[in-house]
């Protein structure tokens, strides 16, 4: 059958699926599951560029997700005066100010050969300036950070729209990616694969450990919606079931828009000549390097772009969820998750994508309260035969969600590698 | 002197235990990798699900009433290790076996792996439930040894628990053991020349089945032993090896993958520079404040890396080996 | 009975095959060659052979039985072995553990065998505890050779063992080859260096576009007119 019969029939199969679900976990629970799939999508749609599109494998998403969720919780955030009227601000700056001769002399040591330092000479220069860096850097953050964490707590926000917030987010996440794709991009696929891994969990550890800047474990709530929040609503008289009801609605709404101009604008992409390029890298590295592409650069492109679109959903879940909890985020959820959703939609295929994050999202919320019907029925039969109740069936069944995952994964490489709705290889004329 | 005795029980002991542990996870990473060709990312999750096993047989074994003078997790060890390396072949033959039969990249048998790595972790949290434990089983405790050093003119203890010895004992046993393996027997030097080039190994006649068995064997062995001696050592939790994972890869690919005595010395070198990165240097430094300029003194804690980021200097290590060596400082198998 | 027989076989690396009906036939006794110009499916032939890569029609027959599509390490055993031409050694095992690979398959006592391998070539014996990835590369030819003669095999398969080796040991390794056989080892090489190789061949076989062309001992090929001007530069 032609791509795009497949396409409708699975999307109506999907929408079945979901209008079940819905019955079953009732019109708030649906409306937020959908809102959630929203920001995954647009996250989802990224991972699709790096890995549809170029080929590449990034699996330090969870990074980007929490600087995208800090940001946009320093931009959407209530201002904090206690900071801006202590002395905190004027101590950033000094750090700021000491991180940047830092960046400098570590920058003018690596360019140390040009004054003829050379070999290992350079090498031990380098590592004692970026030794001296770090000290230099250190010594005047952490006064600064112990100064605002006793005083005000954290630095607080600058009290500007959520959707500012989501763009900022988007913006930071792209030049921390360009930074870590200028590094990383050369290693071969498994190697990066590693690599990503890596730096998000230092992305991790620094945004959980950095108090001053984040709050760290002791999170932000209530992060501010840019449509209106289910409190107001029911300001206005609105019944506490339809407030959360249509404050979801109206959320979905915004969101619904930069999904839908995402999607329609990395479509267009990939018909035109950008995309033919980027997938002629992909399929043949060494041909297209050979024909003059600059095939690093495009690979860098590609990175970048997708991670933009993480950033914007990552700073819209955080402001959905209204908490900013840095613990919360584990590569399970926000790496892997993605993944999934990417391989068993469709790799390179955008409506693929989106289906495998509504497939894949609904799945991994059901699990839950499946694995507690299990749960308690197994715990009368075992009450029943004397061994007891089973203890501790919330936390458990949460469990359940992981191994469904991990299933997932192992029957969508073996059965599935190209996923529901693969790429549609179109003949150029 | 006392700050020498700080010193060792604060790097050298803990940096000697998680060198271990590290360098047994390591050895297995780095032997899948060498002859099966791929990250085996559920490594760390192999490591868990061992040390599950030999708490249940160790609880057992309390229940029945058995006391001994070692914690009974040691003396379950052989029977949980030869448990481990039959699911781990089990892993391969459901998981991994069928992947390979199609050719598929290694990036993909990363993911199958990463699969394997949750669903291992979700049957584990879904049956023992995510609370830490603590390994000792019935009414056993750890036993703590405090040696005197005052004949030395220390006044504080040197600190070393009995399942720390013995890890170290059955570490150095092990590392001894699969040395004379991989040199002298027929099958451990298959193993080399099969991590050192498949192709010729087949050409050759040896038998590559037998030895990705093997494999499989002894690093699911030694994956329960690192985490049981983990276990013992701190204390049993599900998530207990994902935080690992990344230092034994780091360990893994810092002495070059595929090659063991790499591995070993890529496990001790990051489980010391972990210790030695929180380690804190006023207190050794204290003594020379007598040789600083006027007034000036030492701050409180002077370590290179705040004890909260721990964590990170395995990952550190690993991007920049990644980044500048991913060959490793020692030769590993050419890729 | 041959040997080995190879008949109209046709195969490849999967799609356009590369062999379009190759025929080899050698005795026990032969020293077979296979000559001819680039592309002409010589290697090839081997790993067909060898199960290396997949035959889609045809035979090949090592004493009488069908060994087409068998996977390599099934071979060994039977008393086939091969050296490939590329990455012949295991560079990170001494000499001595490269010929005690060879060795794997066999239940008995390979010392004797290792001694005649050292005998026949002394440098190895020297350097036995070298790794193999140290040795030059005449020598790291001398030692995939004795590799694969570990397995005491009735044939034994070389693709080009001259390839990249100083004149001098090309002599040597050709040497050594024909002493081989004497001792009982039928041998089916490919060969670059065609004219030397050709001059000890009992049987010689000139593929091109993965057919056979011309057939005979080597000296007839030698001599042959046609045979030296299309295919030995003259």
Known sequence: ?429 | MDQFIFFLNKVMVPGLVTGSVYALGAIGVTLIFGILRFAHFAHGDMMTMGSYFAWVMATALAAMGIVLPIPLGFVVLPVSMALTAVVALGLDWAFYAPLRRRGAKPVTLLIASIGVTLMIQGLVRLIFGSSTRDFFVGNEEKVIYRIDLSALGGTRPLVISQPQIMMWIVTAIVVLALHYFLTRSRLGKGMRAMADNPDLAQVSGINTQLVVVVTWIIAGALACLAGTMLALDVNLRPDLAFNIILPIFAAAIVGGLGNTYGAIAGGMLIGFAEALAVFNWTAVLRPFETYLPNGWTFPNTLSLVPPEYKLTVAFVILVITLLNRPTGIFKGAST | MPILEVKNVVGGYGGVPILNGVNISIEQSDIGVIVGPNGAGKSTTLKAIFGLLKVTSGNVLFEGREIANALPDKLVPMGLSFVPQEKNVFTSLTVEENLEMGGFIRRDDISGTLNEIYDMFPVLKEKRRQQAGELSGGQRQMVAMGRALMSKPRLLMLDEPSAGLSPRYVLEIFEHIVAVNKAGVAILMVEQNARQALAFASRGFVLAQGQNRFTGTGPELIADPEVAKSFLGG
């Open chain 1, 1 to 429: 059958m032609s791509a795009t019969r497949r396409t409708i029939l699975t999307y109506v199969g999907l929408f079945v699926f979901i209008f079940l679900v819905g019955l079953w976990q009732g019109p708030q629970n649906i409306t937020l599951l959908l809102a959630q799939s929203i920001a995954y999508a647009l996250i989802a749609l990224g991972l699709n560029i790096q890995f549809g599109y170029g080929g590449l494998f990034n699996f330090g998403v969870m990074g980007f997700l929490m600087v995208a969720g800090a940001s946009t919780v320093f931009v959407s955030f209530p201002v904090n005066h206690d900071f801006w009227g202590s002395d905190g601000p004027l101590l950033l700056g000094r750090a700021l100010i000491a991180f940047l001769a830092g960046a400098l002399l570590v920058w003018g040591a690596r360019q140390s050969d040009k004054l003829g330092v050379k070999g290992a000479w350079k090498s031990t220069l380098v590592v004692a300036c970026w030794f001296i860096a770090y000290v230099l850097y250190r010594s005047q953050l952490d006064p600064a950070a112990q100064y605002i964490e006793a005083k005000s707590g954290w630095i607080g926000g600058l009290g500007l729209s959520p959707v500012l917030g989501w763009v900022v987010g988007a913006a930071v996440v792209a030049v921390i990616a360009w930074i870590i794709g200028k590094i990383t991009l050369g290693l071969r696929t498994d190697y990066l694969a590693i690599a990503t891994i890596g730096i998000s969990e230092i992305l991790r550890n620094f945004v959980k450990n950095m108090d001053w800047l984040t709050r760290g474990t002791l999170t932000v709530s209530p992060v501010p919606w840019a449509t209106p929040l289910p409190q107001d609503l029911q300001a206005q008289g609105v019944s506490i079931d339809n407030s959360f009801l249509y404050a979801r609605l109206g959320f979905i709404a915004l969101t619904l828009v930069f999904l839908v101009i995402a999607f329609f604008l990395v479509s267009r992409a990939y018909a035109g000549p950008w995309g033919r390029m980027m997938r002629a890298i992909r399929d043949n590295y060494i041909a297209a390097g050979s024909m003059g592409k600059n095939v690093t650069r495009r690979q860098l492109e590609i990175f970048v772009l997708g991670s933009v679109l993480m950033g914007l959903g990552g700073g819209m879940l955080v402001t959905l969820s209204q908490i900013f909890d840095p613990s919360s985020y584990q590569p399970i959820n926000h790496t892997f998750l993605i993944w999934v959703m990417v391989i068993v939609g469709g790799v390179g295929n955008n409506w693929g994508t989106v289906l495998g994050v509504l497939l894949i999202y609904i799945i991994w919320i059901v699990s839950d309260p499946i694995a507690q019907l299990m749960f308690l029925n197994l715990s009368h039969w075992t009450e029943q035969i004397g061994w007891g109740a089973i203890p501790e069936i919330d936390s458990r069944s949460l469990q359940m969600r992981v191994f469904v995952l991990g299933v997932v994964i192992t029957i969508a490489l073996r059965y599935f590698p190209r996923g529901f709705l693969p790429e549609v290889v179109r003949r150029d004329k």
